[in-house]
């Protein structure tokens, strides 16, 4: 099995899943576990309270959208036994008299729409509304995923995902600090290159420059708009042998409203592993108890997803390796 940047679990990668076959019922929404995150209030809240939360969302929208949207995910009696999206598509594109290349362009500006209310709460059956004020920085961060890829001990790659709204005007670049070595590559369909530089005593900022959309010169990002922000880590190749990998967490530098971090095993399991949550760096548990404890599901991976998370604080997961 191999782990890459296909595998970084995001809101807006699930809410496009769930659009596919049968559309938003209960047995595609238990295996998106970061939508049922951001619709659920309490473990004992059922399927069908978080529907009409969904539908809630949904109908925030422009009425355009919310049409579109509600079809797409075969949410009305018209659709709710059209198992096949493409189906969905024509159908509403017929009400239109639209094609179905049009439906899809207009699913997909409606799905970011989506993402933005599910992300803020702000819709009327919301579990969690957030306050959203122009952050630090001027860049309200709506979603931050990361993988983290483990190989028979050994870290093998980062792969990092942010989906950021810049609300500072014209703005050239954007800078995540880490404090590692390693080698940043940014999506090759991105929208973004990066210039690393050493912080004498601190690690790292790696600066990542807005491109225009050829990819030929760079081209500031305008104010109120949305951006996603997609790259890898990898070790540094300086010959040295690297260590056993026994912890993997992130101290985020601005707040987030969703945050989604990954650790996926190829080869061999840790015995045990345990997680943390807004720990500091002397606070975090070393050993795993009945209250962090911590099982990989069927693809080797631990995850964790947060609501409203904020800087500073340690969230992630430790592991040992021998019993």
């Not at 993988?147 to 028979?152: G, R, T």
């Amino acid at each position: 099995m191999r782990l890459d940047e296909d595998d970084v679990a995001t809101l807006h990668q699930q809410l496009t899943w769930l659009t596919k076959r049968e559309g938003f019922i209960q047995r595609r929404l238990s295996q998106v576990g970061i939508v049922d995150e951001v619709l659920r209030g309490s473990l004992e809240d059922s399927f069908e309270r978080l529907r009409h939360r969904f539908v809630s969302a949904i109908h925030t929208l422009p009425v355009e959208q919310a049409d579109l949207l509600l079809d797409v995910f075969a949410l009305t009696p018209e659709t709710e036994n059209i198992t096949e999206l493409m189906t969905r598509r024509e159908f509403h594109g017929a009400k239109l008299g639209r094609g179905v290349d049009t439906v899809r362009t207009r699913e997909a500006a409606a799905l970011k729409a989506l993402h933005s209310r599910l992300v803020t709460g702000r819709y009327a059956q919301a579990p969690l509304v957030l306050d959203v004020p122009e952050m630090h920085g001027g860049l309200i961060y709506e979603e931050t995923s990361t993988l983290i890829v483990v190989e028979d001990r050994r870290w093998q790659a980062t792969y990092e995902h942010y989906t950021f709204v810049n609300m500072a005007g014209e703005l050239d670049y954007v800078t995540i600090g880490r404090s590692y070595p390693g080698t940043v590559t940014p999506s090759s369909t991105g929208a973004f290159k990066v210039n690393s530089r050493d912080v004498d005593g601190a690690g790292w900022n790696d600066h990542f420059w807005h491109l225009n959309t050829d990819r030929t010169a760079v081209e500031p990002m305008q104010d109120q708009e949305r951006f996603d922000l997609r790259f890898r880590i990898t070790p540094p190749e300086d010959g040295s042998e690297p260590t056993p990998m026994t912890l993997g967490s992130r101290a985020l530098h601005h707040r987030s409203l969703l945050f989604t971090l990954r650790i996926g095993f190829v080869g061999e399991h840790p015995c045990s592993i345990w997680k943390f949550e807004g720990a500091s760096p002397y606070a975090r548990p070393h050993t795993a108890n009945e209250y962090n404890r911590v099982q990989l599901d069927t693809k080797s991976t631990a995850t964790m997803t947060l609501r409203d998370v904020h800087g500073g604080l340690f969230n992630g997961f430790a592991w040992n390796w021998d019993a």
